[in-house]
């Protein structure tokens, strides 16, 4: 079987490379009436399908169907998108800027980096400090967190927090009131100790938690699906999900086989379809070190089915039992770490340090848990966004709801969805989306 072995890329011959042969994107919404078909050729590196996808995904669109081949030195994709309402992009500023992201000037110079808020889910946001934590979740741990980040006088700017069996991933953005990063390692450590207590709760060992910091930018999907992975939340992972009205969620279907002729394992997944369904496989993919040389995506109705024909980076395919049970289970965490079921909280208000911290010690004191959360600043409004569950795991009594939005007066605008298992995207999205969240216009209506 021949071996997969990635050569050394020297920056320069690849720059030289990409002048000989470029990157070629077109967006053709000519020949399909109902999406917009995305063709992107380029020679094959190490994780060029994953940079791709990454950017299609940031841009909000909904991939129903893509078809990708790597075989060999050429790198070849078609992807089927739409906008989050549906409709084909016809943006002349987002098309244009798709063409420069995945074009030549985008492959050697970052390309996302000059699209605003996108790449952590805020417009200019100065200097700031990146928190990243790991630990097990419960009932009132947000709150706990955010209250210890306003004790010490630091705002919030942007933020993450997924859960998933038991345990929960947070990156956050920080900033001091002059909107600098915090520098003085004395107040840091002093961060770092009362956020690991907070973490760590009754427990002793140093494992259960950790916190991390940094002065640079990262992708904040991309790396809660790494901290998540590497704290092995897919071990004893159970489903226990429910729709709020209705039967057990659709447990994903993973199939794992051999193509004997061209040497590959085939990863089938078959689930219900959401938005950014398939940047979390390949996401997981990346980070488990397989390569993907050809796959095959569609959406039908309410379920989406996706083929990967991979191999491991040193040409080996899944060939024990252990390996195909290992895959399985890391792909159903990652499709299941995005999952939100029951009722979405959107709140804007007036951005200032200790918003985040009131606003999750009243979910608290109502009895709410949060299952993922998204922190965002546009401008001097900060946005946020909470997918609640009560404290037991059920569906909210709505009672709850209207009374936790008296008590958080008329400084912040509230909007309140109840969230379907198999919505591709929450139903109201007018406007704008600059986080893995969606706002619709709450932002226009808290403006006028």
């Known amino acids: 079987m021949a071996k997969v072995c990635w050569p050394y890329f020297d920056p320069e011959y690849e720059n030289f490379s990409n002048r000989i042969n470029p990157p070629r994107v077109s967006v053709d919404n000519d020949s399909c009436h109902e999406c917009t078909l995305i063709k992107f050729d380029s020679i094959n590196k190490p994780g060029i399908l994953l940079e791709v996808v990454q950017t299609l995904t940031d841009l909000d669109f909904i991939i129903t169907k893509a078809y990708i081949s790597s075989d060999g030195g050429w790198f070849m994709d078609v992807f089927h998108v739409t906008d989050q309402q549906g409709k084909k992009i016809t943006d002349s500023k987002t098309?244009?800027?798709?063409?420069?992201?995945?074009?030549?000037?985008?492959?050697?110079?970052?390309?996302?980096?000059?699209?605003?808020?996108?790449?952590?889910?805020?417009?200019?946001?100065?200097?700031?400090?990146?928190?990243?934590?790991?630990?097990?979740?419960?009932?009132?741990?947000?709150?706990?967190?955010?209250?210890?980040?306003?004790?010490?006088?630091?705002?919030?700017?942007?933020?993450?927090?997924?859960?998933?069996?038991?345990?929960?991933?947070?990156?956050?953005?920080?900033?001091?009131?002059?909107?600098?990063?915090?520098?003085?390692?004395?107040?840091?450590?002093?961060?770092?100790?009362?956020?690991?207590?907070?973490?760590?709760?009754c427990e002793d060992d140093e494992k259960v938690a950790r916190t991390n910091f940094s002065m640079g930018f990262t992708h904040m999907d991309r790396r809660l699906h790494q901290m998540l992975f590497a704290d092995r939340d897919y071990e004893s992972a159970a489903m226990t999900t429910t729709d709020a009205d209705g039967p057990p969620a659709f447990r994903p279907k993973i199939r794992i086989e051999r193509c004997k002729e061209k040497g590959y394992s085939v990863v089938s997944v078959r689930c219900k379809d959401r938005a950014k369904l398939m940047f979390d496989i390949v996401c997981t993919l990346t980070d488990m070190q397989y390569v993907v040389f050809h796959a095959t995506i569609s959406s039908e109705g309410l379920?989406?089915?996706?083929?990967?024909?991979?191999?491991?980076?040193?040409?080996?395919?899944?060939?024990?039992?252990?390996?195909?049970?290992?895959?399985?289970?890391?792909?159903?965490?990652?499709?299941?770490?995005?999952?939100?079921?029951?009722?979405?909280?959107?709140?804007?208000?007036?951005?200032?340090?200790?918003?985040?911290?009131?606003?999750?010690?009243?979910?608290?004191?109502?009895?709410?848990?949060?299952?993922?959360?998204?922190?965002?600043?546009?401008?001097?409004?900060?946005?946020?966004?909470?997918?609640?569950?009560?404290?037991?795991?059920?569906?909210?009594?709505?009672?709850?709801?209207?009374?936790?939005?008296?008590?958080?007066?008329?400084?912040?605008?509230?909007?309140?969805?109840?969230?379907?298992?198999?919505?591709?995207?929450?139903?109201?999205?007018?406007?704008?989306?600059?986080?893995?969240?969606?706002?619709?216009?709450?932002?226009?209506?808290?403006?006028?």
């Open 95 to 201: 098309i244009e800027f798709i063409e420069k992201a995945l074009g030549p000037k985008g492959q050697s110079t970052g390309g996302l980096k000059s699209w605003p808020g996108k790449t952590v889910g805020v417009h200019s946001i100065g200097d700031h400090t990146a928190i990243e934590l790991i630990g097990r979740d419960r009932p009132g741990l947000l709150s706990e967190i955010s209250a210890v980040l306003a004790s010490l006088q630091f705002n919030v700017i942007a933020a993450e927090v997924w859960t998933h069996n038991r345990r929960i991933a947070c990156v956050l953005y920080v900033n001091d009131a002059t909107n600098q990063a915090m520098d003085d390692s004395k107040r840091l450590s002093i961060m770092e100790e009362q956020l690991n207590h907070i973490l760590r709760g």
């Open 303 to 448: 379920y989406a089915s996706q083929e990967y024909f991979i191999r491991h980076m040193d040409g080996c395919t899944l060939d024990t039992e252990g390996e195909k049970e290992r895959v399985i289970k890391c792909i159903e965490a990652a499709i299941q770490r995005r999952v939100s079921e029951g009722v979405s909280l959107e709140l804007c208000a007036k951005d200032r340090v200790g918003l985040l911290s009131e606003v999750t010690r009243i979910l608290r004191e109502n009895g709410l848990t949060v299952s993922r959360a998204g922190v965002s600043t546009i401008g001097e409004k900060g946005l946020n966004v909470f997918y609640v569950r009560d404290a037991s795991g059920n569906p909210v009594d709505m009672k709850i709801i209207e009374a936790l939005r008296r008590e958080i007066g008329q400084t912040v605008m509230v909007n309140v969805k109840r969230v379907p298992a198999n919505a591709k995207a929450p139903a109201e999205t007018k406007g704008w989306a600059k986080t893995s969240f969606f706002f619709g216009n709450l932002l226009e209506r808290f403006l006028t």
